[in-house]
């Protein structure tokens, strides 16, 4: 999928799920997001499931509108301090 080369992260398999959606722009933003999400949740170890939980809700929140990576960063990060991990 063009875009996605040298991004090494648990969401490049699931954005190239949604082939189509996101262009070259929405994909940097989308990986920059779920980088930043990771760091202020303290997630490391890319093998953690939450990792994988992570990158569905930036697509997720995503595909509701938004490319701010900050925007989609503090909703991830919410929807984890809020208890919500049924949310996308």
């Known amino acids: ?3 996605l080369a040298g991004f090494l992260v648990p969401i490049r398999p699931l954005l190239e799920a949604e082939a189509g959606i ?3 722009d929405d994909v940097r933003a989308l990986a920059s997001a779920f980088e930043a999400s990771l ?3 303290g ?3 890319r093998s953690d499931p939450a990792v994988v939980l992570v990158a569905r809700r930036v697509i ?3 595909k509701e ?7 989609l960063r503090d909703r991830v990060v919410k929807s984890f301090r809020n208890g919500s991990a049924g949310s996308p």
């Open 1 to 3: 999928m063009p875009g």
């Open 22 to 24: 996101f262009g070259p």
């Open 39 to 41: 760091r202020e949740l």
């Open 43 to 45: 997630l490391v170890d």
């Open 60 to 62: 997720a929140f995503a």
């Open 65 to 71: 509108g938004s490319r701010d990576p900050v925007v």
